[in-house]
Structures are given as structure tokens and as C-alpha cells.
């Protein structure tokens, strides 16, 4: 069968239109750059060109999976974070936007030689992006998902992190001892999705991604409770907790802080001006 690669692109696009895929044709595009591993110059420039019976095969096999819902990461395996490349599966949540903000907000302040704790590590794109920005710096990753560390010890050896970074299986604190583990950073991208608000998410995160890593069911803040109730005996005086937050729980997060462990410097807001990025300092 003879079909260019334009046309590949046409016919998959309407495929994802009606399917309800945001932004159809970049993800057409997206898909087809992944079967033939070229960039999208390529596929302007090769526009008339004839796909194989094989490559049109695969890129008609993933159009359908992506017209179904599945994320186009987990289709590809991959999603960048910060300027850098990460393995990703359905056993992690894919990187977002928001979360470098939380990158940004730990760079603010540790310190050139900084020990980091990340909690909920998932594919490891904090810790490995921290580790990678702070030459000096040391970490310890944990999950409760083997699944989700065995993602994120492949980063950071693809990243060459891995001599500086020590990635258990913890739910939280749990594995670690407080008399060794004592860090000047604490950082978490934690499942804070409540169960009311499960419903509501668009179907590619409610029904692909981890519901681990999403929601910790109820009111979605039982793991940011556990947070500023345990980091403090895993923290130095003066260290920081840097932790991500739903978009309706900045006002509710304030109230479950205790002054008397924590100074509050700041909540940053995400790029749509939304309370999101929660920053603590150990008194």
C-alpha cells in the first residue's frame, strides 16, 4: 500500500480529532517522528515520501492507542523534563510543567554541596534533575512502588546520577533511619488528588497513569499530612520541605502547618497563577 507520509499525517489527524485528542496534529506528528525516528523537519521536508508497509502498520497500531486515551509518553517510553530525557511507563507519572517549578523553588535554596531527600520519587525526574543542576550535591529517592524505582534507577543511569544517588523502597520515612538520614532538603511531588476530584480528571491521567502516584484517596492530603508531621526528625535546623499541592488546597495546606516546627517563606503559584508550589523552612 502506498501512502506518503502526509497523508499518514492526514488521516491520522482526523482519527485523533474525532477522537477528542488535544492538540491532534502535533500528536500525529509526535507519533509518526517516533516510528521513523526522525524530527519534524524530516517529515516536512519528506512530506511526498512513501511509508513502508511496516512503519504505516506501527504508526496505525499506536494512532489507535492514542485515539483511546493512552498518553503519547507512554506510547513513546519517554518525556522531557528540564531540558533532559526521561524513561517513563505506566508504573510513574508522566513529568509536568508544574513540577520543574518545584525544581526551580529547591534550587533557590540549597546549598552547593546540599544532601536531598526526594519522597515519591516515581521515575526520579526531581532528585536526578537536582543532582544534575548541584554538581556536589548527594540524594536519597524513595517510592513504595518497586515498579516506579526500578523507572527511576534507569534515569539516573542513563543520566549518570547514580553514584551520588541512593534510591530505596519506602512508603515515605518508613525505611529510613533518622539517626543516619539527616538533610538539608526534602522535596515531594506527592499524590495529593482527592477522591471527589477523580471523576473529573481528563481520561488519559484518571485512567493510564498510577493511581498510587495520583490520589491517596479521601481528601487527598494524607501524604502531605504525613509530610509535615515526619520530615521534621529527618531534617537539619533551618532545612527546607518543598512539596507540590493541588490547585484547591493552598488555604488548607496553611492550616495544617505547625508554626511552632515550620517558617512559611512562600507558596509559588503555577504558570496559571495558581497556589501550587509549597515552600517550609524547620525552624
Known sequence: MNISIAEALHSAWRIL??????EARREAGSLLSFILGKDRTFLISHAEDQLSD????RFRENVERRAAGEPLQYITGVQDFFGREFRVTPDVLIPRPETELLVEAALEVAGPDAFICDVGTGSGCIAITLLREIREARAVAVDKSAAAIAVAKLNAQN???SDRLEILISDCFDALDSSRYQFDLVVSN???VSEAMMSGLQREVRDHEPLVALSPGADGLSVIRRLLQET????????YLIMEIGFDQGETVKELIDNSVWHLPDIKPDLQGIPRIVVLQRK
Open 17 to 22: 480529532d474525532r477522537a477528542g485528542v488535544p
Open 54 to 57: 511496516d512503519s504505516l502498520r
Open 159 to 161: 543520566l549518570s546520577v
Open 190 to 192: 506527592p499524590p495529593y
Open 232 to 239: 521534621p526528625d529527618f531534617l537539619k535546623a533551618c532545612g
